[in-house]
């Protein structure tokens, strides 16, 4: 079992970047794949980025390929989202979700979730 928590969500600027750290718990966190997920305000869950348990495989969603970028540190037990020239529309809580296969981008595989953490962009 994995117990996640998200940090370093806040209030920025268009353009502004933010990282986003995920906390995990658990003897088997190495071998699960990882992915971010956000939920804007009145929208649906939306799929981010996808990391497999050795990141030999990385995926994001086209409306942020080029400017976020996830990472993961096994022996720190941590997953990371770099978020660089935010805009208004990534307003969102952000999620991460661990799955107990090595890789998946899809919503219904992953097993278990973060409370999440708020991003807002604005000027």
């Known amino acids: 079992q994995v117990q996640l928590e998200e940090s370093g969500g806040g209030l920025v600027q268009p353009g502004d970047s933010l990282r986003l750290s995920c906390s995990a718990s658990g003897r088997t966190f190495p071998q699960y794949g990882m992915g971010w997920f956000r939920q804007a305000p009145g929208k649906e869950l939306e799929w981010v980025a996808a990391?497999?348990?050795?990141?030999?495989?990385?995926d994001y969603s086209d409306s942020v390929k080029g400017r976020f970028t996830t990472s993961r540190n096994n022996g720190r037990m941590m997953v990371y989202l770099q978020m660089n020239d935010l805009k208004p529309e990534d307003t969102a809580i952000y999620y991460c979700?661990?799955?107990?296969?090595?890789?998946?981008?899809?919503?219904?595989?992953?097993?278990?979730w973060g409370q999440g953490t708020q991003v807002t962009v604005s000027s």
């Open positions: 979700a661990a799955t107990s296969s090595f890789y998946c981008s899809g919503y219904e595989c992953f097993n278990y």
């Open positions: 990391i497999s348990d050795v990141s030999d495989i990385i």
